[in-house]
């Protein structure tokens, strides 16, 4: 059986009485001798196919991705030569190592083999659209591979999840969404069906949680249940609460408690099933008897660390898609990222050690890893889509110490460093200086004694600040995190201004906290709460206040920004007056110069991240400081 050489599309190949046999490069090669190729009898490719020239070098594979003008994205795969652009043929699936380009026949260069089973993995055979799946897939390899082989120009600003923004809400859904809010549901719905796993990472205050009800009820629609929402203690309530309000038709259950069932039979009678982190740890193998639909991870934040027992629990748990709810998604480091997108992709990124390789944990590191972060998350702001919202007016106060604070704080830090060496001080170790810094009293544990201002004048200021809200008769929430802070506000507060004053801290059971802030807020006139940031920081809605005072700086900018977005969110009327005090020359100076830094780097990435956390300059910054008292 002879063949004869003809060119098909965009190479050469043999034409067996009208059966093409398309032959690899080196068997083209050998052919300039003759012999068989694949038991057909060939002539020489160069006396047959004459008008070709036949070049000894090779020329470029070249694989670009970029965005359609339809918002999703295409792959071309082409050779360049010379300003000449040859598509690359397939056949079967595989692509071939050679091509024609004008009057010349050329091999592939690059890493060819690789391509190849890389293009079949994904299931590529043509340029043309891909979907988001295959795009994951191609940038990850990219991402973990020794060899570039992809040229990837797609503009993540311009990438959109194709959904159909016409279609309609479930029916079942009692209440409106926002535009953004359906965007988001269509994209869930989307996302959930094509990759099974992604991130809502919508800023704090936009209603996440409304925007996973509705995906809970179409996925019931859809036959599709039952689903698991994991979240903190503290919003387990919340949870039941809101599904309930919005999504009747949701059979709903808290599994947590004195509430837990030992049989997972009882938890199939439910559509959706509501725990709590730590539940999922101890009772993982009872959950595992099921294969749950849909995994919900709210404040997902909470598995950032790839070590914790919760993070293990969570990936263990088995499931056919996966969605993490965050308005922090990224708090400190890059290895936040990896164990997020572990759990909605399990294995995309590889595993940690090649990771922690290849991304540094710093800005560079985050663009890097943006490429598959974003089409994986979508996050919107509030100043972009919530324009109903009135303002928000941040004031940071830097504040001096008294000639007898800077005397004490100099002597606390000279016994810190008196006991260690600068480079064995830990964040931990710092704690005392951070105390002392919100209040005498708290450090010292002295009485209260009448006039707590005396003392302090952060506390001097801060009655101030209250003293001029009060005369709108309007209501504030103070931020706090030392217990002997409660103590003092409510001592001093009532009697100081007569006012109301609620608290919440780690020791207010989970069941009243709501109380509590429906209380605040239905109060009639000036009124304070006290919060927690860690206890009270998420799933709290206490828009009956429009000022918020953080009494203390936190280390992490998240729980600040989570803290505030208690106030200034949907249903909020009034302008939000956001208040941070801190002393300068001491510990919160390099606590809130911290928080800029990071929300500066956060700023320039799309993944809101910034990197590295520079824990160890910050501690040498810290204790170089000493506060210095000027008239």
Known sequence: MEGHWTIVNHHIALDVNGY????????????????????????????ELSDLKYSKFGTELS?????????????????????????IDFNDGILIDHCVAGDTWFYLTGNIAETQNLLKECGVSSSGKISTRQYLKLVEHNLLSDHCLLNNKVSIDELKAPVDESEEVPDTLKTSLFPYQKT????????????????????????????????LLHLKAEGTLPALVIAPISLLINWERECGKFAPSLHTFIHHGNNRTGNYRDLLQYDVVITSYTTVVSDLYMLNMITWQLVVLDEAQSIKNPSSARTKACKCLKRNR???VSGTPFENHVTDIWSLVDFIQPGLLGSLNKYTEIISDDTEGGKRIEPILSPLMIRRLVKDVAKDLPEKVVSAIPLQM??????????????????????????????????????????????????????????????????EILSRNEKVIVFTSYKMMFDIFHHDIPSRFGIPIWSINGETLVEDRQKIVDTFNGANGAAMLVLNPRAAGTGLNITGANHVIHFNLEWNPSLEDQSTARAYRRGQQKTVFVYRLYYEGTIEEVVNDRIDRKRDIAATAIIGTDGTSKDREDIIRALSLVPSFKN
């Open 20 to 47: 093409i046999i398309h032959p690899s490069a080196k068997e083209v090669y050998s052919a300039f001798s003759g012999g068989k190729i694949q038991n057909v009898l060939c002539p020489n490719p160069q006396k």
């Open 402 to 467: 008294s000639e007898e604070e800077c005397a004490q704080y100099a002597r606390y830090r000279n016994d810190l460093l008196n006991e260690y060496d600068a480079d064995k001080v830990t964040l931990g170790m710092l704690q005392m200086l951070r105390i002392y810094c919100t209040h005498p009293y708290a450090a010292l544990k002295t009485p209260y004694a009448d006039n707590p201002s005396e003392a302090s004048i952060k506390y001097q200021r801060f009655c101030e600040i209250v003293e």
């Open 322 to 324: 996966s969605l993490a």
């Open 184 to 215: 988001g549901y269509l994209w869930l719905k989307y996302m959930l069906e094509e990759t099974q796993g992604c991130i809502l990472g919508d800023e704090m205050g936009l209603g996440k949680t409304m925007q996973v009800i509705t995906e």
């Open 63 to 87: 694989i670009d991705l970029n965005n359609s003008d339809d918002g999703t994205i295409r792959i071309n795969i082409y050779a360049d030569r010379r300003g000449t652009i040859v598509p």
